[in-house]
């Protein structure tokens, strides 16, 4: 049995998405920015395509902008609200994803804007005093903070940081690649300013997500060429993956409740077995916590042990894909610099399950059974 865990590194395309993208790898190949048939049939899907997904977000399509992933939409969004407006102060937190944290760091060093890290309370959640206290000293400042933590799951409360932000006239960004397509998110209601998706988080393609900028917050562009999207990010778009992305998000939409209903049952499933498994188990930050993390997220805390080290490896033998925190970091010899920030003189294991719709709950069974096999075993040695 080889069972995937690691959903919240990436996850595996639905085929229904990929039905959707064919004829634009096929037959509907034009480059969207010609002026002939070929070029207007391809442009009129991609706006389409914008137009849609503006609507599940509730915003309008001139606020929507499609780019590589994440990644490059955090770096625009952050670099380019620093130099369109010249703000002079950054307040983020230390567990942001790097795609936020080297980028603010970068304009740090730079000396273009000075860094504020906003305390976390015990369980990694912002703290919201030091967050006011922080907006009241440095007012106008860019504000970067995830809607949920990729590795620990925490969720962030967008509304009450969002007002918060409108209230100091901050540029509110918020990393959302890992809560767009799992929850819902209304662009009127929220004082959000920039947020960003990747596809490849909710079962679409990888490399193509979206911006979101809201239109009295509009930045200059970081990609300059040709006059696509809006004038906003040079560069022939990704076709298949803008459409791709589209249905990979209306599917997010429409099963969301009962998607939402069944991963809650696999997570909550996996909790109870794990604590009935392995005496001394924990959860890292509020991972355990239903109404504060991400229902796709669950971070496990094991006893200290020398072994901690090869857990992540021999589980991978054992037929079982998951995290040892961020994947995007899975391979390189730093640790989390999540469970690092939080728990600095930890030395128990820590491992990230995330889960999708396509997880059974044979596989979760599967899964603890292994690793209280392996945990087990190295305490009785
Ligand atoms: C919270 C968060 N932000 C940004 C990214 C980067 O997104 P992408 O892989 O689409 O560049 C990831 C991917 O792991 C993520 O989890």
Same mark, same amino acid.
């Given at each position: 049995m080889r069972v995937y865990l690691d959903n919240a590194a990436t996850t595996p395309l639905d085929p229904e998405v990929f039905e959707a993208m064919k004829p634009f790898l096929l037959e509907d190949f034009g480059n969207p920015s010609s002026t002939h048939a070929h070029g207007r049939k391809v442009r009129a899907a991609i706006e389409s395509s914008r137009k849609k997904v503006a609507e599940l977000i509730n915003c309008?399509?001139?606020?929507v902008i499609f780019t590589s992933g994440g990644t490059e939409a955090d770096n625009t969004l952050i670099s380019s609200s620093v130099s369109t407006y010249g703000l002079k102060h950054i307040i983020s937190s230390p567990i942001e994803h790097h795609a936020v944290i080297h980028t603010i760091e970068t304009l740090d060093k730079s000396g273009l804007a000075t860094l504020h890290m906003v305390k976390l309370d015990e @369980?990694?959640?912002?703290?919201m005093t030091h967050l006011e206290e922080l907006l009241e000293a440095y007012p106008d400042a860019l504000v970067s903070l995830m809607h949920a933590n990729n590795e620990l799951g925490n969720l962030l409360d967008l509304g009450q940081v969002g007002d918060l932000c409108k209230k100091y006239n901050a540029f509110f960004h918020s990393d959302t690649v890992q809560t767009i397509g799992h929850y819902k998110h209304d662009m009127k209601q929220l004082h959000v300013c920039g947020m960003t998706a990747g596809a490849h988080k909710f079962h679409g393609p990888k490399g193509v997500g979206f911006m979101y900028i809201r239109k009295d917050r509009k930045i200059h562009p970081i990609l300059h060429g040709g006059a696509q999207e809006r004038n906003m990010r040079g560069g022939t778009e990704n076709v298949y993956g803008i459409i791709g992305l589209t249905k990979a998000l209306e599917i997010a939409y429409r099963d969301m409740a009962e998607h939402e209903k069944y991963v809650r049952e696999l997570k909550s499933r996996m909790i109870g077995k794990l604590q009935t498994a392995i005496p001394g188990i924990k959860f890292n930050g509020?991972?355990? @916590?239903p109404e504060r993390s991400l229902y796709t997220v669950l971070n496990v805390s094991l006893p200290e042990s020398d072994e901690n080290e090869m857990l992540l490896f021999n589980l991978d033998m054992q037929g079982i894909s998951a995290s040892g925190g961020s994947a995007c970091s899975s391979g390189a010899s730093k640790g989390s610099h999540v469970l690092g920030a939080l728990y600095p003189e930890s030395r128990r294991g820590a491992i990230r399950f995330s889960f999708s719709k396509y997880n059974t709950t044979s596989e979760i069974d599967f899964a603890v059974e292994k690793l209280a096999s392996l945990v087990n075993v190295k305490e009785s040695v």
């Open positions: 309008t399509p001139g606020e @369980n990694g959640h912002i703290d509020d991972s355990a @916590n």
